[in-house]
């Protein structure tokens, strides 16, 4: 069985480190400018690199608009991590992130790309999860957005702070709809996925 690429960055990094906070799975905590015209290999993130992937993104976040909305794609298996494993190799994706404290914070995200599904996306979160080094406990379960399944990961720091993900399909094939809250609690998280699943 060939070995399987792995995203080593920290949970936490992906939902508080960056303008779209998803990171080898979409942005980094530095903006690379490319041209999103130019085919793969080229990759990156920016403000309006795919318009039509930042339309798609809700005005407000936590019943505030977001502190910053960019786009961009990845190509490289390093970036990709385990979604090149199922077969991905162009993702591309748009994101809206609010920090609202010190440890809090939330994205919206949309990613697209042939073959996508929640259960693809939900297991690059995973497995970058569990392989943090803070990593205390990560759990996997099953629910719905908007009476659509969704597969829920909820993580636990050996800090105290927790992290949510959220995986749901949207209306088109290969496009698959993420939230990533960090330190909001269930209640809150629930009220976001409500808001969402009704867009």
Do not use: H
């Amino acid at each position: 069985m060939p070995s399987r690429p792995s995203n080593r960055r920290p949970l936490r990094a992906l939902l508080l480190a960056g303008s779209l906070l998803l990171a080898a799975c979409g942005p980094t905590a530095a903006v690379a400018t490319f041209d999103p015209t130019a085919p793969c290999p080229a990759e990156g993130q920016q403000p309006g690199a795919y318009p039509d992937l930042e339309a798609l993104l809700p005005g407000e976040l936590d019943g505030a608009p977001p502190d910053t909305v960019d786009s961009g794609r990845n190509c490289s298996v390093d970036k990709l991590g385990t979604l090149a494993e199922g077969g991905v190799d162009e993702l591309r994706f748009a994101g809206a992130t609010r920090k609202t404290g010190a440890t809090s914070g939330l994205t919206v995200a949309v990613f697209r790309a042939e073959g996508l599904d929640p259960e693809l996306m939900l297991e690059f979160y995973e497995v970058g999860a569990r392989e943090a080094r803070r990593t205390e406990k990560a759990v996997t379960s099953d629910i719905t957005v908007g009476g659509r399944p969704a597969r829920r990961l909820d993580v636990l720091g050996s800090d105290g702070t927790g992290q949510t993900v959220v995986a749901w399909p949207g209306d088109e094939p290969g496009t698959v709809w993420v939230m990533l809250a960090a330190d909001l609690g269930d209640a809150r998280v629930a009220e976001i996925l409500e808001a969402l699943g009704s867009r």
